[in-house]
């Protein structure tokens, strides 16, 4: 059982096992060790790597060094029963987060989802449904450069809420735990509004940035057409959400457009994974989208162009590579 630590984090030190160690599962992994968390990672590719030698964060907050306390090539060789699953992957058809968590799941384990897109948690959830599953959103500019080498650009914060809905001691803890890394974590009842919300940026900057011939985001932005693309995107994502239950603040479209322009020109985490021949989180992105939209019979022109033409691209990308 994880202890009642709500007063007393300086004590909170459980037990973390990432699965899914590339950006975010290092940065936000590397960030709950220095919280205090006994924190161990299943790594594939960077297995030799980070045995030898941890993981190197680069970071505009400072940089730091994560050594993982255990380095394993599957949750199966862990050997122990972790408090949390930090499930970082990507939300593709390989990678089915249910067989590869089961193995180190235990009746007190709670499944921490850092991934993009909507509708991705009813897959873990049903698979799980006695363990608690912790909905988790970041907000960060972060990619993996090399073999156990992270580089934060900007921003960080995360929210987290239960799946479907609600608060819990076990999401609060742990955001107390990113807060005393010097994350900032907010904790909300309706984590799945917030996924609508941060999809209105990902369903336009994501797929844009790769169909445009690999634009970062200020490229997009002062383009006219490219920035009018962006906020029909957007308002499409509004619509869709409302449709569904989800309503969405007036003047968010403007607000990721304000937030976007201050930022560093940036590479989207998508057209990263186009660059380097990996599978693109199409589905989770903007199928399901999509898909919603059809249920509610919303009318979403732009987005699902951008869908039919991103799928294409993906399929050829994988036979390419």
Same mark, same amino acid.
């Given at each position: ?6 007063n007393n984090?300086s004590?909170f030190?459980?037990?973390v096992?990432?699965?899914g160690?590339?950006a &975010? @599962? ?5 960030? $709950?060790? =220095?919280? +205090?968390?006994h ?5 594939? /590719?960077d ?6 030698h941890g993981?190197?964060?680069e ?7 994560f050594?993982?306390?255990?380095v394993?090539r599957?949750?199966?060789?862990y050997g122990d029963?972790?408090?949390y699953?930090?499930?970082a ?6 990678a089915d987060?249910?067989k590869?968590?089961?193995?180190? &799941? @235990?009746?007190?384990?709670a499944i921490? $989802?850092? =991934?993009? +897109? ?7 959830a /049903?698979?799980f449904?006695n363990?608690?599953?912790i ?9 993996r450069v090399?073999?156990?080498?992270i580089?934060?650009?900007d921003?960080?914060?995360?929210t987290l809420?239960?799946y479907p809905?609600g ?9 107390k735990l990113?807060?005393?890394?010097g994350?900032p974590c907010?904790v909300?009842?309706?984590v ?6 941060k999809?209105v940026?990902n369903?336009?900057f ?6 445009g011939?690999?634009v ?12 009018r693309?962006?906020?029909?995107v957007m ?6 959400a ?5 309503e969405l ?16 020109p940036?590479?989207?985490?998508m057209?990263?994974d186009?660059?380097a021949?990996?599978?693109m989180e199409?589905?989770?992105?903007l199928g ?24 294409m691209?993906?399929?050829k990308?994988?036979r390419t590579?």
């Open positions: 059982m994880i202890p009642n630590t709500t984090i004590s030190q459980p037990k096992l990432i699965v160690t590339g &975010i @599962g290092s940065y936000y992994g590397g960030k $709950l060790a =220095q919280g +205090g968390a924190v161990s990672a299943v790594c594939r /590719s297995y030799e790597k980070v045995k030898n993981i190197y964060v970071s505009v907050r400072g940089d730091f060094h050594i993982p306390e255990k394993v599957s949750v199966d060789a029963v972790p408090d699953i930090l499930v992957t990507k939300v593709v058809p390989e987060v249910p590869l968590i089961k193995a180190a &799941i @235990g009746e007190q384990t921490l $989802l850092i =991934q993009n +897109g909507i509708e991705i948690e009813e897959p873990v /049903s698979a449904p363990n608690e599953v909905s988790g959103l970041a907000f960060i500019a972060v990619s090399g073999p156990g080498h580089r934060h650009q921003y960080g914060r995360l809420g239960c809905s608060v819990s001691e076990k999401a609060e803890n742990l955001s990113f807060e005393k890394a994350i907010d909300t009842p309706d799945v509004t917030a996924r609508w919300k999809l940026w369903a336009s994501n797929p844009v940035s790769v169909l011939g690999g970062d985001t200020q490229t997009m932005l002062n383009g006219k057409e490219s920035s693309l962006l906020r029909k308002e499409e994502i509004c619509l869709v409302k449709a569904v239950g989800h603040p007036h003047d968010i479209v403007q607000t990721n457009i304000d937030g976007t322009l201050v930022m560093k940036y590479k989207t985490s057209l990263l186009f660059e021949g990996r599978p199409v589905e989770a992105i399901n989208a999509v898909r919603a939209a059809e249920r509610s019979q919303v009318a979403v022109p732009h987005l699902e162009s951008l869908y039919a033409l991103l799928k691209v993906d399929q990308n994988r590579f």
